[in-house]
């Protein structure tokens, strides 16, 4: 097996993907005004600031983060707004026209960087994440190889982060579930933390004109509902 040509082609198919997906009418469904996209944030919000709070602790300015696959940077940006110093940020991405946008709509002073994580000499961060990017890449050997460079690219006692999808998507076969197997394999950490949230997306959708209450009830009773989790798994010392 040449995992050199496995990983590039891996690479490759991902650009395609979501260069072709950025241009579509599939966007529409998530466009950031439509009432179901909001109360998505707002949930990732909540969770996100509880995580953290409890993990990295409420002070971020001194945080050195590194967001990898970091998209139009807003996981960069409300971490800004919650006191992050833009100079300690640095965001990832593989497509050009994604990362003109994080620039453009985000604080100046975060290093941003285009290309793959193993081609970039990234040490000694505080936070590490990774936002839907691991159920993007298909080949397994693929999503260990990334967990690893996250992990080195870590300091002793830091946090790695991933929010992503807890089940497959019958209508897209470009995505594939991370599961909590893969997550305890990939990252040998002795504290962690695991949550799920948001319903899945077709049910959010039938809500998306009901309260606010009823979504966020019935993601309450029901966590198999639950379509997505954020986790977090420190590095020992």
């Known amino acids: 097996m040449n995992t050199h040509t496995d990983k590039q082609a891996e690479q490759d198919r991902i650009k395609d993907v979501y260069r072709r997906w950025h241009g579509g009418a599939a966007l529409d469904r998530y466009a950031w005004h439509r009432p179901e996209i909001l109360q998505q944030v707002a949930a990732r919000s909540r969770a996100f600031a509880a995580l953290l709070s409890s993990t990295v602790g409420g002070d971020l300015s001194g945080l050195k983060v590194l967001d990898v696959g970091c998209g139009t940077g807003g996981?960069?940006?409300?971490?800004?707004?919650?006191?992050?110093?833009p100079a300690?940020?640095?965001?990832?991405?593989?497509?050009?026209d994604?990362?003109?946008?994080?620039?453009?709509?985000?604080?100046?002073?975060?290093?941003?960087?285009?290309?793959?994580?193993d081609t970039m000499a990234l040490r000694d961060f505080d936070l590490v994440s990774a936002q839907t990017v691991f159920s993007s890449i298909l080949d397994a050997g693929v999503r260990r190889e990334l967990a690893g460079?996250?992990?080195?690219?870590l300091r002793p006692g830091g946090w790695c982060l991933v929010f992503d999808f807890r089940y497959d998507n019958p209508r897209n076969r470009n995505v594939r579930k991370v599961t909590r197997a893969e997550l305890a394999g990939f990252w040998p950490g002795e504290r962690s933390r695991y949550r799920s949230l948001m319903l899945a997306p077709p049910i959010h959708r039938l809500l998306a004109r009901a309260p606010w209450m009823a979504s966020d009830l019935l993601a309450a009773l029901?966590?198999?509902?639950?379509s997505h989790f954020m986790?977090?798994?420190?590095k020992g010392g």
């Open 222 to 226: 029901a966590p198999p509902l639950r």
């Open 149 to 153: 460079q996250m992990w080195r690219a």
């Open 231 to 234: 986790y977090m798994v420190q």
């Open 75 to 85: 996981f960069l940006r409300q971490l800004i707004d919650w006191g992050a110093d």
């Open 98 to 117: 994604r990362l003109d946008a994080a620039r453009r709509g985000t604080a100046g002073g975060v290093a941003w960087r285009l290309g793959p994580l």
């Open 88 to 96: 300690r940020l640095t965001g990832t991405e593989l497509q050009q």
